[in-house]
């Protein structure tokens, strides 16, 4: 009966490192998201998957991110060379439904990224 | 564009008062709107969406929204605050449209003071 799990809830990582965060939906949910959280700010929508499809990617900020989720059901979300800029809460959500109707997300605790 | 605008940065209000949280949007065709609360270091609780049918939706925890469509909002409402409802609040918005996908975009936040 647990919720979304993500890991590891906090990183820190040098300018300059490869990083990467897991999202375990809650079983038997289709549809998985990631979004982005800055400080002070509102959740901004990176990328979406249903089942292992990865439907839309138009959020993810530049080519070195890159998110999977090989089996339809554990996703990485995997940034290459990280800058500063990438400091940010990393939530992952899933939902019941496929994408296009009124299911509501349930969201994991997120991963809270620093890079020095 | 697709967008929510939540206009209070902060509202403060005393325990037992009414508390009202505001949210207007902007989207192509019938939105999908939902809220969410945020406690500190945790990640997104959903709390009540609006899909079709009754302008008054009742969520959880006592929480209550109004859709008005002429007005384009969709503010939070609850008749007598806890201390414990202090916490970040999120409007979203999810288009209707199948090619608009299952992402949601949120507004900015709004942080809730609840007084005893």
């Known amino acids: 009966g647990a919720g979304v799990s993500q890991s590891p809830r906090y990183k820190v990582a040098k300018r300059g490192q490869d990083v990467a965060l897991r999202c375990d939906p809650i079983s038997g949910h289709v549809s998985l998201f990631w979004y982005q959280q800055a400080l002070g700010q509102g959740p901004e929508f990176l990328t979406y998957f249903q089942n292992e499809a990865q439907l839309d990617k138009s959020g993810l900020p530049s080519d070195r991110f890159f998110a999977e989720r090989p089996e339809g059901s554990v996703s990485t979300l995997k940034i290459q060379r990280t800058q500063q800029e990438d400091s940010a809460v990393y939530l992952c959500a899933s939902s019941t439904s496929r994408g296009e109707d009124n299911q509501p997300q349930h969201f994991g605790d997120g991963t809270r990224l620093s890079i020095l | ?116």
Do not use: M
């Not at chain 2, 989207?27 to 609780?45: D, I, K, T």
């Open chain 2, 1 to 116: 564009a697709q967008s929510v605008a939540q206009p209070e940065d902060q509202v403060n209000v005393a325990e037992g008062n009414p508390l009202t949280v505001k949210c207007t949007y902007s989207v192509s065709g019938n939105p999908y709107l939902f809220w969410y609360v945020q406690y500190p270091n945790r990640g997104l609780q959903f709390l009540l969406k609006y899909i079709t049918g009754d302008n008054l939706v009742k969520g959880s925890y006592g929480f209550e929204a109004e859709f008005n469509k002429s007005q384009t909002s969709f503010h939070l409402k609850k008749p007598s605050a806890l201390v414990s409802d202090s916490a970040l609040y999120f409007c979203a918005v999810r288009g209707s449209s199948y090619n608009q996908g299952g992402k949601l975009i949120f507004g900015q936040g709004t942080e809730l003071s609840v007084k005893p």
